[in-house]
C-alpha cells in the first residue's frame, strides 16, 4: 500500500512567495498519497486590521467573534487555499481545496467558556470521516484542507491547523502508512534552543523522557511534541519536524527531527 | 437513473437571510442528485467598499483586477460558499464546497480584452471533469459551486454563475437526466415584461421564436433563453426559470416557465 504523508505549513511559509514557491514545487513532486493542511499566515490580521475589526489575542490565541470567523473563513477557506490549489494544479498535482464543514469531513464542537476566557467560534474536532477522503487520495487527488471546521449546527468553526494534521492523521492510519510532516521556525527539535546546530535527529519516547528530566525541551515545544507521540500511539508511523526551506531532505529524512516509537 | 437538478441562485436570494433560509429548507428535501451553483449578491461589492478597490462596471460587467479578483475569492469561494455549505450540512445534506480549481473540475480560459476592454481575470469555461463530480452526486453528495474557476497556469477566474450552472448541466446530459433551475428577479419569462401575471408557463423553440417576432422578448432575456435553448440542443432535459420564493412549486413544474425542445 502506498503510504500517506500529510504536511502541514503555516505563516512561515504563507507569508513568503519564494519559499512557498519552492515548497509547492517539491510538494507536487513528493511520491505516494498526500494531504496538505495549512494555516492562515499573516493575511488575516492584515485583512482584519484593514477592516477596522480588533483583534484579541488571549495566550497566544485569537478570540474569534463574528467579524473575525468571517475574515478566518474568506482568508483561510477562501484565498489561501484556493491560491494553494491553483498553483498545485499548475504543477499538475490534482489538489482539491477542502474545509471541515464540505462533505461533513471535520465535525469539530465549539469550545466551551475556560477560565472566564470565551475564545469564540473555535471548535476542537470531535469525528474524521474517512471514507471521501480515501476516495480522493486514492483517485490521486491531494486534498488541501483549511482550518476552518463545522459543528454541524451550522456554524463554521475556526480549528487549529496543527490539530487538523494530527486528527487527520490519526483517522487515516488504519487505512495507510501515515508520515505527519510539521513546517516551523526551528531546523527539528533542538537540545540548546540557541543552538540550531543541535537538532535531535531521531526522538525515541526514551530519549524525550531525558530530555524532559533535565529540563531541555523548551516549554513551546511541549505540547507539540506530547500531541506527536500521541499520534503515533493512535498508529501514526513517523512525525517530522523542521523547516520548510529543506522540505525535500525533511521528507527524505534527511534534515529535522524524526519522531518514532 | 435518478434525475439530477441544477439549481443557481443569486445575489436575490443570498442577500435576504429569511429568503435564504427558505431556499435551503427546499433544497435540503428535493429529492433526487443535486447540485447548487451560487454567484456573489452585495457582499463583494460591500467588502471591496470598505477595502477601497475601486470597482468598474462595464456594461454591467466587472472589471476584475487583481484586488477585485482577491475579493470574489475569499467572498464566493470562501464566505458565501462555506456559509451555504455549513447551512446544508445543517439540514442534513451532505453538501460539499466546490471551486472550478478544486479537483480541475472546471477549467477556464482568461477573457481576451475586446473592443479595447480588459476585463481582466474574468473566466470563460472550456472544460467539465465529470468524473470527480459524478462520484460526488452517486455518493449522495450535493456540490456547492461558487464561480471561481481556474486556468490551469496558477491563476484563478472571476466566472459567470449562471454559465458555470449551464456548463455543468450540458457536460453531465450524458449521464444523468438534467433539470435546469435558475433562479431570478422575475416570476418567469413574462409576455408582457410590465406584467408578472403574464408568465409563459411552457415555452417551446416555436413559441420562442413567435414572441421573438413580436418583440416580446426583452432584451436582456434574449441571452438567458438563447443559452437555455443551447443547454437543450446539447442533451439538457428542462431548463425552468422563475422566482426563488416558490422554489418548490418551481422544482415540481406548479411555477415560472419550464422550457423543452
New interface residues.
Given amino acids: 500500500m502506498q503510504s500517506l504523508t500529510i504536511l502541514k505549513i503555516g505563516g512561515q511559509v504563507l507569508d513568503h512567495a519564494a519559499l512557498l514557491n519552492q515548497v509547492l514545487d517539491a510538494w507536487s513532486n513528493t511520491p505516494g498519497h498526500k494531504i496538505l493542511v495549512h494555516g492562515g499566515g499573516k493575511l488575516a490580521t492584515q485583512l482584519a486590521e ?2 477596522g475589526i480588533p483583534q484579541t489575542m488571549i495566550e497566544g490565541r485569537r478570540i474569534t467573534d463574528d467579524a473575525t470567523l ?1 475574515v478566518a ?7 489561501v ?3 494553494l ?3 498545485l ?2 504543477r499538475g498535482l ?6 471541515g ?4 469531513l471535520i465535525l469539530s464542537k465549539k469550545r466551551a467558556p475556560k477560565n472566564g476566557v470565551d475564545y469564540g467560534w473555535v471548535g476542537d474536532v470531535i469525528a474524521i470521516h474517512t471514507q ?1 477522503i480515501s ?1 480522493m487520495l486514492t ?1 490521486g ?1 491531494c486534498p488541501v484542507f483549511s482550518a ?1 471546521t ?1 459543528d ?5 468553526l475556526n480549528t487549529n491547523a496543527d490539530t487538523i494534521a494530527q486528527s487527520l492523521a490519526t483517522a487515516l492510519a488504519s487505512s495507510f502508512p501515515v508520515k505527519l510532516v510539521y513546517t516551523f521556525e526551528k531546523a527539528g527539535v533542538l537540545l540548546n534552543v540557541e543552538d540550531e546546530a543541535s537538532v535531535v535527529r531521531r526522538l525515541t519516547p526514551a530519549l524525550y523522557d531525558e530530555m524532559k528530566l533535565k529540563g531541555q525541551v523548551h516549554s513551546g515545544m511541549l505540547p507539540k511534541l506530547d500531541n506527536a507521540f500521541a499520534a503515533l500511539q493512535s498508529g501514526v508511523q513517523t512525525v517530522v519536524l523542521g523547516k520548510a526551506d529543506v522540505l525535500i531532505e525533511l521528507l527524505d529524512g534527511q534534515s529535522g527531527t524524526e519522531i518514532s516509537l
Same sequence: chains 1, 2.
Fill in positions: 484593514k477592516l468571517d473563513v474568506m482568508v483561510y477557506a477562501g484565498l487555499n484556493q491560491q490549489v491553483a498553483g494544479q499548475r490534482n489538489a482539491w481545496g477542502c474545509s464543514a464540505s462533505g461533513n471521501s476516495w483517485a487527488i476552518i463545522h454541524g449546527q451550522g456554524h463554521l
